[in-house]
């Protein structure tokens, strides 16, 4: 299939020639935009802790619109509007809109369960390139008992075919759990069967009400089995597959290509070859419904608030998106990492698990080269 409007966003350090308006400040390659909070699903992982009230200070249409204005100064971003629920965002098709005639290209990240023919065409006719919808289980039992709304997954699987006869293209994001890990196959052919344009998995991070079903996050074994599966998945589909906070998937494609003798390349890998882990505060960065700038959802870091400092401004200066570009300010093994530019450990999982987004991925069996030669009980640590 063609798709030449939405690239996979690659790792600015991969692109010394990308020339930034602010020097050294790399260029946002993807904003993921909370337009509003309120949803109408309640999942047991919701890092937003949705629900369906509206929420109290989220921006005005001139507020919004007055930030979609300055997106252009840091960048080229695709801009992915988000929620809680986007649409149910009253104001979403001025907003879109709006933000297509400034040249940006935009997305939505959708529980699909509120398109019907008419928001197919509505969504159609704003200009948004592509839906992803949730779906985090191959069938209406394991999904609706996961999104905590009986009819979760007829409605969605509705949604999805409302857009295909609309024209929409969409993907299928899945958040990787215990339960469903053993689903993970039929859930891949599931998103094939349909029709998606690609597959992003979303590796459960115990924030939000995620915090509370911790003893769901899989562990630093079944890490590498689930991606290990997902590179060979690969191999077999022409939906674009893409591991989203689960960054050692970068290093476990390069080892696996290693053992097989291929080359990590644009020819064999595609943009694969050229993005990174976690981009989070060197390509990405997401805005929350009351303008509050972070590294990602996952993430609740206050890198700046959008109603008090101009948001290009934001991205070049924030404190943390500085130490976020330096891999010098990476504690543990992900400082040290041979692995560090295409990786970078998942931030929001070091702040969750260890107590700071700098300390090392908590769910990582890698050992880097550089800690492998110390004392024996460094590496008892690291295994643990
Ligand atoms: C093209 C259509 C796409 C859609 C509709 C989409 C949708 C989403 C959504 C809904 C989120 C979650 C934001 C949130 O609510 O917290 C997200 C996050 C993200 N997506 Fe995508 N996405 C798309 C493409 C891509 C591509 C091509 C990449 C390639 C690198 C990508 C990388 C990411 C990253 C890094 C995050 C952040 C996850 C985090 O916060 O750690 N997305 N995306
Ligand atoms: C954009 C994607 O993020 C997922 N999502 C929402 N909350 C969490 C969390 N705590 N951990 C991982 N993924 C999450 C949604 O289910 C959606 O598929
Ligand atoms: S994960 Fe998405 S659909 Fe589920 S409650 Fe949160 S915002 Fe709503």
Sequence with gaps: MHRPEIMHPTHPASHPHNASPHGQTPPLRLIAWEITRSCNLACQHCRAEAHEEPYPGELSTAEAKALIDTFPETGNPVIIFTGGEPLMRKDIFELVPYARAKGLRCVMGTNGTRIDADMAARIKESGIQRCSISIDGPDAPSHDDFRGVPGAFEASLAG?????????EFQINTTVTKHNMPF???VFHLAEDIGAAAWHIFLLVPTGRGDAIRNEIINAQEYEEVLNWFYDFRKTTSMHLKATCAPHYYRIMRQRAREEGIKV???NFGLDAMTRGCLG????CFISHTGQVQPCGFLELDCGQIKTTRFPDIWTSSPQFLALRDQSSYEGKCGVCEYH???GGCRARAHTMKGHYLKEEPLCTYIPRA???QAPTDKQEEKG
């Design 160 to 168: 999805i075919e409302e857009l295909k006869k609309a024209g929409v």
């Design 184 to 186: 993970f196959k039929k």
């Design 265 to 267: 390349n644009m020819d």
């Design 281 to 284: 505060g060197t390509g990405f």
């Design 341 to 343: 530019k295409v990786c």
């Design 371 to 373: 800690v492998d030669n």
